[in-house]
């Protein structure tokens, strides 16, 4: 089981970018699947990005598609979610989530986060004027 550390996490102006990382132990993060999830208070934690160690593809929730990205460096064990055209209702706590399977197909496609094995322990992201 990976252990995950969220960083980059602040206050930052409307239509403003953060760019989150999560950092892993261990050397085999390159073969899990990873997601990014958010949870404002009042409200379920809901997936926001997805990507697949084994087919390469990524997912997006409608709310954050074409304004976040996520990505990875192997090298660095780390994945980042940057996220550009902030809205305050992006405000949330951010939380990355590894599996490390089995994976079935189009695994972004399906329910991700009820597949996680590892959670960090989340960063905080303000949108604010």
């Known amino acids: 089981q990976v252990q995950l550390v969220e960083s980059g996490g602040g206050l930052v102006h409307p239509g403003g970018s953060l760019r989150l990382a999560c950092t892993a132990s261990g050397p085999t993060f390159s073969n899990y699947a990873v997601g990014w999830f958010r949870q404002a208070p009042g409200k379920e934690r809901e997936a926001v990005s997805c990507?697949?160690?084994?087919?390469?593809?990524?997912s997006y929730a409608e709310s954050v598609k074409g304004r976040f990205t996520i990505s990875r460096d192997a090298a660095k064990n780390t994945v980042y979610l940057q996220m550009n055209s902030l809205k305050p209702e992006d405000t949330a706590v951010y939380y990355c989530?590894?599996?490390?399977?089995?994976?079935?197909?189009?695994?972004?496609?399906?329910?991700?986060?009820?597949?996680?094995?590892?959670w960090g322990e989340g960063t905080l992201v303000t949108v604010s004027s």
């Open positions: 990507s697949s160690s084994t087919d390469g593809t990524t």
């Open positions: 989530a590894a599996d490390g399977g089995p994976f079935p197909p189009n695994y972004c496609s399906g329910d991700i986060q009820s597949r996680m094995d590892a």
